[in-house]
Nanobody, 116 residues
């Protein structure tokens, strides 16, 4: 089992920045990839960014250049640095982990609200 706890969500003005954190515990050795997803009201959950076990990163095309995914293995924590935030970035942001055996783990989500 893997436990994921997000933090860092907040209310911010358009153009501002936030850094989300995802603290990981449990069977960390079994994680193959981790990522951030988001879900806005009335919309489907969508991929924001992924970082693999080997460190390869992938981003949603619309977010490239503004968002950066990273991790600190010593702290067992993944981050999402979000810059130049827009009102359309308002959503609940979820941390996700995929195990080597294909199991999916989700955090509880953290709310990001961007005011215009």
């Amino acid at each position: 089992q893997v436990q994921l706890v997000e933090s860092g969500g907040d209310l911010v003005q358009a153009g501002g920045s936030l850094r989300l954190s995802c603290a990981t515990s449990g069977s960390i050795f079994s994680i193959n990839a981790m990522g951030w997803y988001r879900q806005a009201p009335g919309k489907q959950r969508e991929l924001v960014a992924v970082i693999t076990r080997g460190g390869t990163t992938t981003y949603a095309d619309s977010l490239k250049g503004r968002f950066t995914i990273s991790r600190d293995n010593a702290k067992n924590t993944m981050y999402l640095q979000m810059n130049s935030l827009k009102p359309e970035d308002t959503a609940v942001y979820y941390c996700h982990a995929k195990s080597l055996w294909g199991n999916d783990y989700w955090g509880q989500g953290t709310q990001v609200t961007v005011s215009s």
